[in-house]
């Protein structure tokens, strides 16, 4: 299991006696083949609060779909003010990311991608914005399934449909040709 902490904030409550200081980790886990999980927690001391988010991110685990090594198409997560572009890139790109983005494509496992971070920067919006984006990719197996239709129609390899002529697409009727009207001259 891949584990990296994005980022640890100290929070000060003033209190009669001076201030108590908290702290809150965000952390991810992901198993390096497309699982991959986001958690805060949440703590008076710093190695509790990554203990926290660990175990959060644990619990919260989801499958990320792949194509190879890298996302299957362009998506872009938003979350609050912050949006993150994700966009597959060819093999030997490498992980083209920053900070939490970074962080969570390679506890994924993904290899090749180019990303773009958009709008805020604040890390907790980023990290949930990444979120955002993988959760809205789908596998082809998923698309054929919604459509009712099978893998090898949608790429247009079953030839059991009848395919689009270019009498179906033409108009059954011809349009009237449109008159012109000759222009005079004045001289």
Excluded: C, W
Aim: positive net charge.
């Amino acid at each position: 299991m891949h584990e990296n902490v994005i980022n640890i904030n100290r929070v000060a409550k003033v209190v009669k006696g001076g201030r108590r200081f908290s702290f809150s980790a965000i952390v991810t886990v992901g198993d390096g083949k497309g699982k991959v999980g986001v958690s805060m927690g949440k703590a008076n001391e710093i190695a509790d609060a990554i203990r926290k988010g660990s175990e959060g991110a644990r619990a919260a685990q989801m499958t990320v779909p792949m194509l190879g090594d890298t996302i299957p198409y362009k998506v872009i997560g938003r979350f609050g003010a912050s949006r993150v572009l994700l966009k597959p890139a060819s093999p030997g790109t490498g992980v083209i990311a920053a900070g939490g983005v970074r962080a969570i494509l390679e506890a994924a496992g993904v290899k090749n991608i180019l990303t773009k971070q958009l709008g805020s920067r604040n890390p907790n919006n980023v990290v949930k914005a990444t979120m955002d984006g993988l959760k809205q990719l789908r596998t082809v197996e998923q698309f054929a399934a919604k459509r009712g239709i099978t893998v090898a129609q949608v790429f247009g390899l079953d030839k059991t449909t009848a395919p689009v002529t270019e009498e179906a697409v033409a108009p059954a009727t011809p349009e009237a040709p449109v008159e012109q009207k000759e222009t005079q001259d004045n001289e």
